[in-house]
């Protein structure tokens, strides 16, 4: 009778691996190149040393942060100067003394700030740290997962190696995409998350230079409707004290309903070439572990999109009553609503690496239901509605926005007289 092992029998005990994604990879490494021995572990983890620098949790961020300054500073990045600082100054006062008399959430600005785009990097990267950290642990968890628990055992100090690379992997990938966005955002608000210290209302202003110079507009003018944005984002986030968590919970959902592609991850491995430690770097970084999107992640997703456009949807009424007395406010409207739709490579390299849409895709859907409400039940009605999450629109009423609340009757006010002459006739009706 034949010794081989049985498709589908108990895992060879010379190869643990036998019958998952990584027979593949770890069968190269077996010594002397026979199938079914154990592969040459140490071999592969000296391979590896010169991948591995000591870090703490799932992600690399030293690596991170560091790259991520080298991307920005690949362009000229200027020190704000006191003109600059002056001048943002000036308009976020002036902004929020604008927004005082459109919204009754109070100001929730202590300071204005202009900020080079290295000092975005380093001012809003810790919260950046717990978007990330939450899908890069599930990610560099899925590879120990699919294996059985033999394979585990065996194969303890090389799984916790790659964990190491893929973290270090992921925060190049990071680092990647904090410089390149940096150097395309204007103000600490830019995307729609609550990224820089709370009360700071900050504007990158060699961003904002730029992106004046490409239309026919003053750069005074793009820097006040910039500060109203950023003024108003201030508000909103200060005043409404459950949606920091409330945006942050969702991305925490997305990455628990994380799965891997196991099939998927076995027919790159047999493509690796394993004495070459680079190559299995670059199949890393190139999506070898990208996780499979589930009904839980899709409806994660589809929560935090709604909320990103519920925020810049308010932002945008808001601003739009705010700035009406400037002239040009109707083309910095329109200007700002085509570069969100548009987006840009930053946001694609971010959106690539963790799967999450940074851009709102129904701005003007909501945009047009906060007006809605504010021009049925006044700005007091429309900002009700943040006082707690279950009162929010959903994707749904985006669908139909003219419809939101449709049902609700604003109640009548009356005078003192009117009150009383109603009062008389209620209380004559039931006498007769």
Not at 181 to 193: E, P
Request: a negative charge.
């Amino acid at each position: 009778m034949s010794n081989e092992p049985i498709p589908g029998d108990s895992p060879d005990p010379n190869n643990p691996f036998k019958g998952t994604p990584f027979e593949q990879l770890f069968a190269s490494f077996a010594s002397g190149g026979g199938a079914g021995q154990m592969p040459d572990l140490s071999g592969l983890m000296a391979q590896f040393q010169g991948l591995m620098k000591p870090y703490d949790g799932p992600v690399n961020w030293t690596l991170a942060h560091d790259l991520a300054r080298q991307v920005a500073a690949a362009s000229p990045d200027p020190t704000p100067g006191r003109a600059d600082r002056d001048r943002v100054n000036d308009s976020v006062r002036l902004a929020d003394h604008w927004l005082d008399s459109e919204t009754p959430l109070p100001s929730a600005v202590t300071v204005g700030a202009a900020w080079s785009r290295a000092e975005w990097i380093e001012e809003t990267l810790p919260v950046w740290q717990k978007l990330v950290a939450p899908i890069a642990t599930k990610v560099n968890s899925a590879m120990s997962e699919a294996l059985p628990e033999e394979a585990k055992a065996m194969a303890g100090p090389l799984l916790g190696m790659f964990g190491k690379v893929g973290g270090s992997v992921f925060g190049a990938q990071v680092g990647q995409g904090l410089g390149t966005l940096a150097g395309d955002v204007l103000t600490a608000s830019d995307i729609g998350l609550p990224l820089g210290p709370a009360g700071q209302a900050a504007l990158v202003t060699s961003n904002i230079t730029a992106f004046a110079d490409g239309l026919d507009v003053s750069e005074e003018d793009v820097v006040l409707y910039l500060a109203l944005r950023e003024c108003a984002h201030q508000r909103l986030f200060g005043h409404v004290p459950w949606l920091r968590a409330h945006l942050l919970s969702a991305v925490e959902a997305y990455a628990a309903g994380m799965t891997m592609d196991l099939s998927g991850i076995e027919s790159a491995m047999r493509d690796i070439d394993p004495s070459n430690p680079q190559a299995i770097q670059d199949a890393m970084a190139g999506g070898l572990f990208e996780p499979q999107q589930t009904p839980q992640q899709t409806a994660a997703l589809q929560r935090l999109e709604t909320t990103l456009a519920l925020v810049e949807g308010w932002v945008d009424d808001v601003v739009g009553q705010a700035a009406s007395r400037m002239p040009s406010a109707p083309k910095l409207q329109e200007a700002i609503r085509r570069r969100r739709a548009a987006g840009g490579p930053a946001e694609q390299t971010f959106g690539a690496l963790v799967g999450l849409e940074l851009r709102p895709r129904r701005l003007r859907d909501a945009a047009t239901l906060w007006g809605s409400l504010r021009s049925r039940f006044g700005a007091d009605g429309r900002e009700a509605v943040w006082a707690h999450p279950d009162l929010l629109p959903t994707a749904a009423d985006l669908d139909d926005p003219l419809g939101f609340r449709a049902d609700v009757v604003e109640p009548t006010t009356l005078t003192d007289e009117e009150f009383d002459r109603a009062l008389n006739d209620l209380l004559d009706s039931e006498g007769e």
